[in-house]
């Protein structure tokens, strides 16, 4: 799959088959992240890998009554993307890892989804439980839970409801209309 065409049909994905993912695609869509490019090469991430029923519920437990419980609870897998508050871009960094890991997946038929638990201001609660429930230092920040598993149906896009180019890009200053013509 090209890189486009993973960016083009790649979309969240929130239920899955019931079957584990398989070790060689776990592997490789850690390794997609761990390649991942950071700020200052500083890598300030650190990946946790759930895949025990027990502590899927228990996190899915800490969402009670949000939508992305249900989701959580089913899950093959989640990865939980903890990222170092001392390096200055750990939120992109984490937020790019992230991405290489959903692109990689998605080239092997596997789909995934950010679940970051409760609204606000619900959240910050629930992420400091869910720090003791996956034993993550104080010194670090748990991003986001992403899960990963085997699309239960197959889903063909067509458009993404996305805004057009022309709201969302400019050339030389802010709203100065970007004009491309063909090449
Ligand atoms: C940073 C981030 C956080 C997200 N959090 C959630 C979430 O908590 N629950 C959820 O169901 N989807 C979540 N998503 C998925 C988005 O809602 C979804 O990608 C977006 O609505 C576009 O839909 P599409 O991927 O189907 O095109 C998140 C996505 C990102 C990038």
Request: net charge neutral; glycine share 6%; charged share 30%.
């Amino acid at each position: 799959m090209h890189v486009f065409q993973a960016v083009s049909t790649n979309i969240a994905v929130r239920e899955f088959q019931d079957r584990p993912l398989n070790e060689e695609h776990l592997r490789q869509i850690l390794e997609a992240g761990r390649l991942c490019q950071s700020g200052k090469n500083l890598q300030p991430w650190h990946f946790i890998v759930v895949r025990d029923k027990q502590l899927l519920n228990g996190l899915a437990d800490l969402m009670r009554g949000d939508l992305d419980e249900p989701v959580v609870r089913k899950a093959p897998v989640a990865i939980a993307i903890v990222s170092d508050p001392t390096s200055e871009f750990h939120v992109l960094d984490a937020g790019r890892t992230a991405q290489n890991m959903t692109l990689a997946a998605w080239e092997l038929g596997i789909g995934s989804c950010f679940m970051s638990g409760p609204e606000q201001p619900d959240r910050e609660p629930y992420r400091e439980k869910a720090h003791d429930l996956l034993g993550i230092p104080d010194r670090l920040n748990l991003v986001d839970l992403v899960v990963f598993g085997y699309p239960k149906r197959r889903t063909v896009v067509r458009r993404k409801k996305r805004k057009e180019l022309q709201e969302i890009a400019s050339e030389k200053r802010y709203g100065n209309p970007l004009v491309l013509g063909e090449s």
